[in-house]
């Protein structure tokens, strides 16, 4: 068994500039496949975050048509609602419209209850509830920007004409890694007074519900429950478990997504043809030393499994170090996109997948050399020059 | 198992190989070429042969026949009472290793491998362990005189030197019969009559049967007896006198 494996690991070594490019090829293949999922994944990082027990409510129309702020009561009093907020989506303009990060008009009395995922220390979120200019940010906007609590952040609204100020009270963290912590949360009361005096007719209303469902199993209940109870009003409601909304709000950009996936199983499919056209070589040119083998008595499976330890050792080196790069160069893609990507991590499956897909080029590149010198005939063998 | 040496000359009265009409042909572009022809003859036990003839005679194919890495179209080969040509393959590759020692015009060796290891590598086919498939690796490598390159790999040895590395590999599982194939065909003079006197040495002290194809005449005199090859067909065996 030591032999076995010294011949692999010498064998593997042997021709070094051929083994550093394959390597080399392995390590930008699965990077780039590792960092295409990531994309993928940061893309629906909303959908994984979804509380089963949290429903969206919106207006039937779209979920860019508002809801009256007065429905909040009569959600509350439908059987089975624990709790109840609500969020409008902001939409304004910091400094210069390249600098987008999300930003919501809240309830401060109920919001931060409600969404525990982003970490709000309890005397910030006092001073937030204190100040009706103030504001709450996360980690990654705050650290982006340099923003601090004190600061004034003056925004440009778009579907809210005019200048915004909002004051900094805190910053929140997210409970994990994948929580986006590149938004921005002011209260809803200070929109709903300012839209009083300059557009009247968009004061008093709310992009969205957000219902707190008591029991999971409820939640299709609750659901039509809630739209029932606004059937045949002016604005209907469309009721949806938080991770529907978020799935219908992602099969907008489904095209993109799937053009992502299908790249990075191209890119699969190009090292596998790369790495395969390798072995077929070093195959080929050691066939002298497997007719070898074979006259010394080793049987067609030991040839095979040299070829096939070879291939998988290479795929799997590449890999490791393909799996080590990809938070790194992940970590520097998050930088340069700012906040288009806010949650871009590795995640344990991404990694999974990588080994994976490493592990299926290493085995799939040695099939047709494996199959060629276990068959190889020894006179026809030991004539062969490598 | 056993390297050591034997004392005194083999008997050469009893049959190791008996070869029995024995023919084979290639096709090559549709054509059926015979190269070896309705040969029959006997191998004796601590014989040293050479098989000589000019190129495409046969003689490489007739070796390869012996040496059970080729089957032949018609007739039987024997060795020991065993019809090696009924062999199954994954059977006649454990026969190959249990009886065989082969050394190869071009060497054979594994060029990732160290001279010991590429000795030891047919005993890994064994039940030995590692430490005495190590001794018998370092002792077959004194017998060629070698124990001072045993860290060394082929490729920092000469051509002289890889033949003997050869030769202590095809040694070393103390196989039935040695086969070598124009063993001095890549070797400069000195080179081949240092291999040459070693295998006479196998023959004479140790009683190695050792059959050799070569068309040099030269190298063929260190045998104990000639056969000529010609088109396929065996001329009658010549006796030489040695010391």
């Not at chain 1, 083994?19 to 993928?40: C, E, H, K």
């Not at chain 1, 504001?135 to 778009?158: C, H, M, S």
């Not at chain 2, 026969?95 to 160290?114: E, K, S």
Request: charged share 20%.
């Amino acid at each position: 068994m030591m032999q076995f494996f010294k011949l692999v690991a010498r064998n593997s070594l042997r021709n070094r500039l051929r083994s550093a490019l394959t390597v080399a090829g392995i390590v930008a293949a699965i990077l780039a496949f590792g960092l295409l999922q990531t994309i993928v994944e940061a893309w629906f990082a909303g959908v994984d975050g979804a509380v089963a027990s949290r429903l969206i409510t919106r207006n039937s129309i779209s979920f860019s048509s508002p809801l009256p702020r007065a429905y909040e009561k009569r959600i509350r009093e439908v059987d089975g609602v624990r709790d109840v907020t609500f969020v409008t989506w902001f939409g304004g303009i910091y400094k210069d419209a390249k600098n987008f990060f999300p930003q919501y008009a809240v309830d401060s009395a109920s919001y931060f209850r409600m969404y525990p995922e982003n970490v709000v220390p309890e005397d910030v979120l006092r001073e937030f509830q204190h100040d009706r200019r103030g504001a709450i940010i996360g980690r990654k906007l705050a650290n982006r920007f340099g923003l601090k609590p004190g600061d004034v952040v003056q925004l440009e609204g778009t579907i809210y004409p005019g200048p915004w100020e909002f004051v900094v009270k805190g910053i929140f963290d997210g409970r994990d890694p994948k929580i986006d912590t590149t938004q921005l949360f002011f209260r809803w009361d200070y929109l709903n007074e300012t839209l009083r005096m300059r557009s009247k007719a968009q004061a008093e209303q709310v992009g969205v519900f957000v219902v707190d469902v008591a029991d999971v199993n409820r939640v299709a209940e609750v659901s039509e429950a809630i739209d029932h109870t606004f059937r045949n009003s002016f604005a209907e409601t469309r009721t949806e478990t938080e991770r529907a909304f978020q799935i219908g709000f992602m099969k907008q950009t489904e095209s993109i997504l799937i053009s992502i996936r299908v790249v990075s199983f191209v890119v699969i499919f190009i090292i596998l043809s790369v790495m395969a056209n390798t072995m077929a070589m070093t195959a080929r040119e050691r066939l002298a030393e497997y007719a070898t083998l074979k006259v010394l008595g080793f049987g067609p499976g030991y040839v095979a499994s040299l070829i096939l330890a070879e291939s998988v050792v290479l795929a799997l080196v590449g890999a490791a170090v393909a799996i080590w790069l990809t938070p790194l160069v992940a970590a520097q893609i998050a930088v340069l996109t700012k906040a288009l990507f806010p949650t871009l991590v590795v995640s344990k499956d991404t990694v999974a997948l990588q080994a994976v897909a490493a592990l299926t080029v290493g085995v799939l590149s040695a099939v047709f050399p494996m199959w060629r010198a276990s068959r190889v005939n020894i006179i026809e063998g030991l004539r062969a020059v490598g | 198992m056993s390297i050591l040496p034997r004392t005194g000359a083999a008997s050469g009265a009893d049959v190791l190989i008996a070869l029995r009409h024995v023919s084979k042909s290639y096709r090559r572009g549709g054509q059926i070429i015979p190269v070896v022809s309705d040969i029959t003859f006997d191998i004796r036990r601590a014989e040293f042969l050479a098989l000589m003839g000019p190129s495409g005679s046969g003689k490489s194919t007739l070796l390869n026949l012996i040496a059970g890495i080729d089957t032949p179209d018609g007739g039987s080969i024997t060795m020991g009472g065993a019809d090696i040509t009924r062999l199954p393959e994954a059977e006649l590759a454990d026969w190959r290793a249990a009886n065989v020692g082969f050394i190869f015009q071009f060497y054979n060796l594994m060029p990732v491998l160290t001279a010991l290891e590429n000795v030891e590598l047919p005993l890994t086919l064994t039940r030995l362990g590692r430490r005495d498939r190590r001794e018998r690796a370092l002792l077959a490598l004194d017998l060629v005189g070698l124990s001072d390159r045993v860290r060394h790999f082929p490729s920092e040895l000469s051509g002289g030197q890889q033949q003997r590395v050869a030769i202590a590999r095809a040694i070393v599982t103390d196989p039935t019969v040695l086969v070598a194939d124009e063993p001095t065909g890549d070797l400069d003079r000195q080179s081949a009559e240092d291999v040459l006197a070693i295998m006479q040495r196998l023959n004479r002290e140790m009683g190695k049967t050792i059959v050799m194809v070569t068309h040099d005449r030269r190298a063929a005199e260190h045998a104990r007896s000639i056969m000529q090859l010609e088109k396929g067909e065996l001329s009658q065996r010549v006796e030489l006198p040695h010391d």
